[in-house]
């Protein structure tokens, strides 16, 4: 279920109501009394950011000096509720010039209740996108003096957007140059027992584009995905070709994908935003290649003196390399005097992380 809020309220850190806007009957006008009372009173703000009083659940998120605190009175999405006040943050610091604190909500109250009359409609989120927004909101908010106003930016099409088509991309993009950057960034996690063999192994990875491509052009990404290939050969009715290939696990996208065409033919389709963004993120489980293998030997020499020898082994063939290798070697706190040995590079102790660095 969605959030179906019925109050929002912007409180200081003395609990004194900014501003509030009830969109719902089921709750009374004193609701920010109880949570003054048996939340801010109790210093219990940092324990947890959901409490049940009574019959109403509070959702609060505090933003520099500021709460922001939603009341429901059902079972509402927590989750939701929170991307919410993320999202509406943003839109008003889009507004304001980057700043949100008590000040920039004082000198903004008109703003600010004619945006959260947009973005909720009797508890639910509506569109909180700053760009479709400012096209019919077009009252500046008074901006930090800290604050550079951004430079105006081409006035995408208001129509395609409300409608879902294509909100993350305007209409109308020219450049003298197609281009499309893509960068794949894992890293993995490792597990292993003192005899050397992987207890626990996996691989967190997302795919980072930047494009700069005219129209609205419609991308396809392939993957060597198990799962994906299987699928295609299946469509295609030939066998699947012979090579490695790999299980992706809880896979996210971004809006831009076509997801029902992913669920039916396994195929990244996308209408690419423009500029740089996050296409998708996931997890690999099975079949990782570890890049390296290390071999530690610690040994203990009396009561105050310990030897660490660490080997470390690139597993990946000789045409690759790697850069910017780092092992840290944890020692005990109480470590008072450090010596090294390094073949390659050079080491390092480090008091403030109680380890050894060798890069």
Not at 161 to 179: F, S
Not at 263 to 276: A, I, L, Q, R, Y
């Amino acid at each position: 279920m969605p959030v179906a809020a019925s109050a929002v309220y912007f409180l200081n850190l003395r609990g004194d109501v900014l501003i509030n806007r009830l969109y719902r009957d089921d709750v009374g006008g004193n609701m920010v009394d109880a949570f003054r009372t048996h939340i801010m009173q109790t210093k219990e703000l940092g324990t947890c950011p959901v409490r049940q009083i009574g019959g109403c659940s509070f959702f609060y998120m505090r933003i520099s000096n500021v709460y922001i605190v939603i009341v429901v009175s059902t079972n509402a999405n927590v989750a939701c509720a929170f991307k919410f006040v993320v999202e509406a943050v943003a839109l008003f610091k889009s507004y304001f010039g980057g700043a949100f604190d008590e000040d920039a909500i004082r000198n903004n109250f008109v703003l600010i209740y004619e945006l959260l009359d947009e973005i909720m409609d009797f508890g639910y989120p509506q569109n909180l996108s700053a760009e479709i927004l400012k096209l019919y909101i077009t009252q500046e908010g008074v901006r930090s003096p800290f604050s550079s106003k951004p430079a105006d930016k081409p006035v995408p099409n208001a129509t395609l957007q409300v409608t879902g088509a294509v909100g993350w991309r305007r209409e109308g993009l020219v450049y003298k140059k197609n281009e499309v950057f893509l960068d794949i960034v894992e890293s993995v996690n490792l597990l292993m027992s003192s005899k050397g063999s992987v207890l626990r192994c996996d691989v967190t990875g997302k795919i980072l584009m930047k494009c700069f491509l005219s129209g609205m052009p419609d991308l396809k990404l392939g993957l060597n995905d198990k799962i994906g290939l299987e699928k295609e050969s299946q469509l295609k009715s030939r066998p699947t070709k012979s090579g490695k290939t790999i299980e992706l696990d809880d896979v996210t996208f971004h809006q831009c994908v076509n997801l029902t065409r992913f669920n039916s033919e396994k195929t990244v389709s996308f209408v690419p935003p423009d500029g740089e963004f996050e296409l998708m993120k996931y997890r690999i489980t099975e079949g990782v290649n570890l890049p390296f293998k290390v071999l530690p030997t610690i040994k203990e020499l009396g009561r105050t003196r310990m030897e660490v020898n660490v080997k470390v082994k690139s597993t990946f063939i000789e045409k690759l390399f790697a850069l910017g290798v780092v092992v840290k070697i944890p020692v005990p706190k109480q470590t008072a005097k450090t010596s090294f040995t390094v073949t390659s590079g050079r080491a390092k102790y480090n008091a403030s992380i109680d380890s050894l660095v060798w890069k």
